[in-house]
T-cell receptor, first 110, second 113 residues
Framework: KAGVTQTPRYLIKTRGQQVTLSCSPISGHRSVSWYQQTPGQGLQFLFEYFSETQRNKGNFPGRFSGRQFSNSRSEMNVSTLELGDSALYLC?????????FGEGSRLTVL | GENVEQHPSTLSVQEGDSAVIKCTYSDSASNYFPWYKQELGKRPQLIIDIRSNVGEKKDQRIAVTLNKTAKHFSLHITETQPEDSAVYFCAASRQTGANNLFFGTGTRLTVIP
């Protein structure tokens, strides 16, 4: 069974731009959650989607948004990028409680 | 919301010694506490979890203990091996079926051969 797939793996943007990251969950997993990983803050919860509905949201500004499609694939978008948005963005899918993470999308904002 | 604090941030032990990582949480309604291990350059993976109706759980060389009254839980690794070197994250959530884990900031464990 294929794991969680995230694209792109690496990307470089400049301040003010926007970015869209994609996540394909494990087949059959309907819950997809997103996390931001930075060296100082660890893993911070962004949001969780289940059956195309945002079920939970973390404490990030409105520049961070997401959505989920009918096939459970999910995207997250960050608008008006800031230097502090540079991070590894991890997507995770789950069937029950265990999270299965993707390898992440490493975003660098210059 | 939930706030999870994790200590220490770094930990070095000699191979064969034990390692203990401690976490505290703020939300008394949290009742699911997993631990994830992230090796260098790899994705986090669940290694053990505990629910609030259990005080201790063991899986070979790793164990987790939970004190709901004090709102803290700990990871214990015995007979450490070099392959245990990684960053370990504790997390907490309410067991409502929603997967919004609140993670600690991580502990970088180094096992010295």
């Amino acid at each position: 069974k294929a794991g969680v797939t995230q694209t792109p793996r690496y990307l470089i943007k400049t301040r003010g731009q926007q970015v869209t990251l994609s996540c394909s969950p494990i087949s059959g997993h309907r819950s997809v959650s997103w996390y931001q990983q930075t060296p100082g803050q660890g893993l911070q919860f962004l949001f969780e989607y289940f059956s195309e509905t945002q079920r939970n949201k973390g404490n990030f500004p409105g520049r961070f948004s997401g959505r989920q499609f009918s096939n459970s694939r999910s995207e997250m978008n960050v608008s008006t990028l800031e230097l502090g948005d540079s991070a590894l963005y991890l997507c995770a899918s789950s069937l029950a409680q265990e999270l299965f993470f993707g390898e992440g999308s490493r975003l660098t904002v210059l | 919301g939930e706030n999870v604090e994790q200590h220490p941030s770094t930990l070095s032990v000699q191979e064969g010694d034990s390692a203990v990582i401690k976490c505290t949480y703020s939300d008394s309604a949290s009742n699911y506490f997993p631990w994830y291990k992230q090796e260098l350059g790899k994705r986090p993976q669940l290694i053990i979890d505990i629910r609030s109706n259990v005080g201790e759980k063991k899986d070979q060389r790793i164990a987790v203990t939970l004190n709901k009254t004090a709102k803290h839980f700990s990871l214990h690794i015995t007979e450490t091996q070099p392959e245990d070197s990684a960053v370990y994250f504790c997390a907490a959530s309410r067991q409502t079926g929603a997967n919004n884990l609140f993670f600690g900031t991580g502990t970088r464990l180094t096992v010295i051969p």
